[in-house]
């Protein structure tokens, strides 16, 4: 193994233990911290499921297969995996108790029965009998009896039943159903019991001819990496009828975890491990709740009545580059317009679509779609093109992880309403974010509005990921889209660009390409610059080329968020090459690409990540930002960005992250983007109102009437 590799599962599961760190940060707001406990529970689920899961698939086929930058096979990263786990478990426990005991003082409490009075015991019985026991179904569990399935990462409370025979007996009863899973007691605002621990103190009563010798919670998280390729090679199919099939199959695939909040005993332990296939490294015990998701709920509650918990309040502010009431497109045909999300509203995006939809002169819109909100103005304004006669095409993701049954919903509906709906090519995910705009002028003119974005076109993410939206008329673009379209709709890729870098033939390759030409300056002895911002790393060639680069002198600055399989400050390799981790009130998302020095810059946006995903197996597309302006905007992020001390880790050469020393004036680039957004919305709303300069067309029209 080279030093300056690191396992990918490892890196992730480092990133997550930095989100963790955010529930133990004495500087956050108390439901904030909260909220990172709960963040990291279902981060953690989640790379159950997909990874977790997938290296169990892999070493089904393959028990020798290695991983290609570490060369642990899958059966080494797993045990790594679970091991890791295990450490992180109490620190989140502990996380989630301290945060408990500091809400006390507020009057937040979860109880237990230990702590309640007679009237609130009463109270609970009461609950219980009447609200709980006539929902719920129990099952006795043993020889004679077949084993139930589990529900994927549904919590059961367990119990190990005294029977006369040797074999185990065990009563189990699903604690989720029509009922609230948050008890609030009476008489109090915010003392509250989780319906499965009331349900696990009457299991006496539920299993009465019985005598319980062990109880517990138990949550199974199952495997979910389903494999689509393999469905797709019938053609004669719908892609959303194989779609909902898969879906259906994911909810029964194998368990790969079993969380307990209690000990069991041993025999109980085996009965459920043989019948759910799990080995022991694969049980993780718990002394927090084993589903912090009722973290979500309480929070709405909570905000109410206690604001001060929370982060201060920080709207998306309008951007103070565009003209509130004036048409969108003569200001995009003036100018570049750049938003920087969710510090700037996604409203100007919303009209510019919605403008689109309504104007005579626009003859189609063609858009990308990956993930959409629940009530989408997106698709709304779709849907209002293609009703006033717009030829509207838009690509649906059926197979945006976790987010399938929504699109295969939104395709539908899309279809319906008179859209033309395509998904793409059979074996690559279209994760692009791109839209065009095509019009004809009154001259017979054709003109394009091309918007390029690093995030998805959702109203309700875009107030909670980072994200950089560029709105453009350069003409080179827009023809270059609609090759992406064009081929998009033909199932063929695009392989040759000038301007856009398109994935998957003309991404990677460009990028190295433009490493090369800073190697090149480098050993001339030029200034020599790589800055790039992203979610995640883990393409072998470009990590090698990055060392390459880092080998020849050239400076590489790197803040990556996530997965960082390229460990900085390697002497001899990347001792040239610093990179840091952000993780702070919103999620860091947007993609900036930028090579050589100001007098030769090059920058693009993207909505790829430097994982072989991104740049060989799916659709994407990285756009280069021309207007000086916007140019500016972008390296003043990047710069900020590159100054925190605040919420920014520095990757040390043994791969594990600490925070960047504070040397001067603390800098939190998100509260800096927050302050700079509301002071330039201010500065615009001061200014005396002005007219759009109008086009020449709209002059002349205007001579014409006169």
């Known amino acids: 193994m080279k030093q300056y590799y690191d396992n990918r599962e490892l890196s992730w599961l480092k990133f997550n233990e930095r989100v963790l760190e955010e529930a133990l940060d004495p500087n956050v707001p108390l439901c904030e911290r909260l909220m990172f406990a709960a963040i990291f529970q279902s981060n953690l689920d989640e790379f159950f499921m997909i990874r977790v899961g997938s290296l169990y698939d892999r070493t089904l086929v393959n028990a020798d297969d290695r991983e290609n930058k570490t060369d642990m096979t899958c059966s080494e990263q797993l045990e790594a995996i679970f091991k890791r786990v295990a450490e992180l478990n109490p620190i989140r426990d502990n996380a989630y108790h301290g945060i408990m005991t500091e809400l006390e003082k507020h009057g937040v409490e979860q109880v237990n029965f230990k702590m309640l009075s007679g009237e609130?015991?009463?109270?609970?019985?009461?609950?219980f009998t009447t609200e709980i026991l006539p929902l719920i179904s129990p099952q006795v569990i043993d020889k004679r009896h077949p084993f139930p399935f589990l529900k994927n990462k549904e919590i059961y409370a367990v119990a190990q039943l005294e029977s006369k025979s040797a074999s185990v007996t065990i009563g189990l009863v699903p604690a989720s159903g029509a009922f609230s899973?948050?008890?609030?007691?009476p008489g109090t605002k915010h003392r509250f019991m989780l319906v499965e621990e009331l349900i696990l103190h009457y299991m006496p009563l539920i299993f009465e001819n019985y005598k319980i010798a062990d109880k517990s919670l138990m949550r199974i998280t199952r495997n979910a990496d389903i494999n689509m390729e393999e469905a797709l090679y019938d053609h004669d199919v719908d892609l959303r009828d194989?779609?909902?099939?898969?879906?259906?199959?994911?909810?029964?695939?194998?368990?790969?975890?079993?969380?307990l909040s209690r000990k069991l005993g041993a025999a109980?332990?085996?009965?459920l491990c043989e019948k759910l296939e799990l080995k022991e490294q694969?049980?993780?015990?718990?002394?927090?709740p084993l589903d912090l998701s009722f973290v979500y709920p309480l929070r709405s509650r909570l905000e109410e009545n206690l604001p001060l918990l929370f982060y201060g309040r920080a709207d998306p502010q309008p951007s103070c580059e565009i003209v509130k009431d004036a048409p969108m497109i003569p200001q995009i045909l003036r100018r570049d317009i750049l938003l920087s999300y969710p510090f700037e509203a996604i409203k100007p995006f919303l009209r510019l679509l919605i403008e689109a939809a309504n104007d005579p002169s626009v003859v189609s819109i063609k858009i990308t779609l990956y993930r959409v909100a629940s009530n989408s103005k997106v698709i709304d304004a779709l849907i209002a093109a293609a009703e006033n006669g717009k030829d509207v095409l838009v690509l649906v993701e059926l197979r945006a992880r976790f987010d399938e049954e929504n699109n295969i919903g939104w395709s539908k509906r899309l279809e319906h309403a008179g859209c033309t709906v395509i998904y793409g090519p059979e074996s690559l995910k279209v994760h692009s974010k791109l839209l065009l705009i095509t019009r004809k002028t009154n001259s017979g003119k054709i003109e394009y509005i091309t918007q390029i974005g690093t995030g998805n076109y959702n109203e309700k993410t875009s107030a909670l990921y980072t994200d950089l939206s560029l709105m453009?008329?350069?003409?080179?673009?827009?023809?270059?889209?609609?090759?992406?379209?064009?081929?998009?709709?033909t199932n063929t890729l695009v392989e040759n660009t000038s301007k856009l870098l398109v994935a998957?033939?003309?991404?990677?390759?460009?990028?190295?390409?433009?490493?090369?030409?800073?190697?090149?300056?480098?050993?001339?002895g030029e200034e020599a610059f790589i800055g790039l911002k992203m979610n995640s790393l883990t393409d072998k060639a470009l990590i090698d080329k990055l060392v390459e680069a880092s080998q020849a002198g050239v400076k590489v600055r790197m803040v990556i968020r996530g997965i960082c399989c390229l460990v900085a400050g390697v002497e001899g390799y990347t001792e040239n090459i610093e990179i840091t981790s952000i993780v702070g009130r919103y999620l860091e998302h947007s993609r900036i690409y930028i090579f050589g020095t100001p007098e030769r810059r090059k920058i693009y946006i993207s909505s790829a990540d430097f994982m072989t995903r991104n740049t060989l197996r799916r659709v994407e597309v990285a756009a280069p930002i021309y207007?000086?302006?916007?140019?500016?905007?972008?390296?003043?992020?990047?710069?900020?960005?590159?100054?925190?001390?605040?919420?920014?880790?520095?990757?040390?050469?043994?791969?594990?992250?600490v925070h960047v020393k504070t040397e001067g004036e603390p800098v939190d680039s998100q509260a800096a983007f927050i302050r700079e957004a509301y002071e330039n919305a201010a500065k615009s709303n001061a200014k005396k109102p002005h007219k759009v300069k109008p086009t020449l067309v709209q002059r002349i029209k205007k001579m014409i009437n006169k």
């Not at 109980?268 to 009965?271: G, I, K, L, P, T």
């Open 120 to 127: 609130e015991e009463s109270f609970l019985r009461v609950y």
């Open 181 to 185: 899973r948050i008890i609030f007691l």
């Open 242 to 259: 194989v779609m909902s099939e898969l879906l259906k199959k994911r909810k029964k695939l194998s368990p790969v975890r079993m969380e």
């Open 268 to 271: 109980a332990v085996s009965f």
């Open 282 to 288: 694969q049980i993780f015990r718990m002394k927090s």
């Open 472 to 489: 453009t008329a350069n003409q080179d673009i827009g023809a270059e889209a609609l090759m992406v379209f064009n081929a998009l709709s």
């Open 504 to 524: 998957p033939l003309c991404l990677q390759n460009r990028v190295i390409e433009m490493i090369d030409f800073e190697i090149a300056a480098a050993k001339r």
């Open 627 to 657: 207007d000086t302006h916007v140019r500016k905007r972008i390296m003043h992020i990047f710069d900020v960005l590159t100054s925190d001390n605040v919420k920014a880790r520095k990757m040390l050469p043994d791969s594990t992250y």
